[in-house]
């Protein structure tokens, strides 16, 4: 099992450029996280998903976006990123019930200029 | 909703001594607290976990322990290593629902060799 993935591992952007950011798991986790995460902030939610197909906010939802049109893949969708966009971005997954631990991908480290 | 506070954000401790963070939730509805480790550059990993219908967890040198009445909870760790060094983190989260976990700010734990 590979666990939680992500791609890029790296990225830098210049202003009002777009990306997506991929994240996948292999474990059939029902539910998916994206986190990003800023010195002294710790990790701060921005969207997550409860099952394919449906997506909800997070602490910090704007200018992102995000689908989980396959159970094991979750994409956060910048549209036009700025520079306070600049953070590593991590993605997480976990099973409703008892054993609901969340775990984590490898992260993304996105500058954008 | 929730709010996780967690001190404190430096901590330095002589090799062998112990070392204890806290942190204080909001929510007195929220029933599970993990833990997580994140090394420098890496993914945040879970250590220890509690539930709310327990006061008192450990695992070998790390403990977990749970006030509800006071809403604060507080991992302590024994006869500290080298490799204790990296960031903390605590969270709370309401399960049977949606699973969203709230950080604290992290704890970042120094051992004086």
């Known amino acids: 099992n590979a666990g939680v993935t992500q791609t890029p591992k790296f990225r830098v952007l210049k202003t009002g450029q777009s990306m997506t950011l991929l994240c996948a798991q292999d474990?059939?986790?029902?539910?998916m996280y994206w986190y990003r995460q800023d010195p002294g902030m710790g990790l701060r939610l921005i969207h997550y998903?409860?099952?394919?197909?449906?997506?909800a906010k997070g602490e910090v939802p704007d200018g992102y976006n995000v689908s989980r049109l396959k159970k094991q893949n979750f994409l956060l969708g910048l549209e036009s990123a700025a520079p306070s966009q600049t953070s590593v971005y991590f993605c997480?997954?976990?099973?409703?019930?008892?054993?609901?631990?969340?775990?984590f991908g490898p992260g993304t480290r996105l500058t954008v200029l | 909703g929730e709010n996780v506070e967690q001190h404190p954000s430096t901590l330095s401790v002589q090799e062998g001594d112990s070392a204890v963070i806290k942190c204080t939730y909001s929510?007195?509805?929220?029933?599970?607290f993990p833990w997580y480790k994140q090394e420098l550059g890496k993914r945040p990993q879970l250590i220890i976990d509690?539930?709310?219908?327990?006061g008192e967890k450990k695992d070998q040198r790390i403990a977990v322990t749970l006030n509800k009445t006071a809403k604060h909870f507080s991992l302590h760790i024994t006869e500290t290593q080298p490799e204790d060094s990296a960031v903390y983190f605590c969270?709370?989260?309401?399960?049977?629902?949606?699973?969203?976990?709230?950080f604290g700010t992290g704890t970042r734990l120094t051992i004086i060799p």
């Open positions: 997480a997954s976990s099973s409703p019930g008892l054993a609901d631990t969340q775990y």
């Open positions: 474990m059939n986790h029902e539910y």
């Open positions: 998903s409860v099952g394919e197909g449906t997506t």
């Open positions: 929510d007195s509805a929220s029933n599970y």
């Open positions: 509690i539930r709310s219908n327990v």
């Open positions: 969270a709370a989260s309401r399960q049977g629902g949606n699973e969203k976990l709230t």
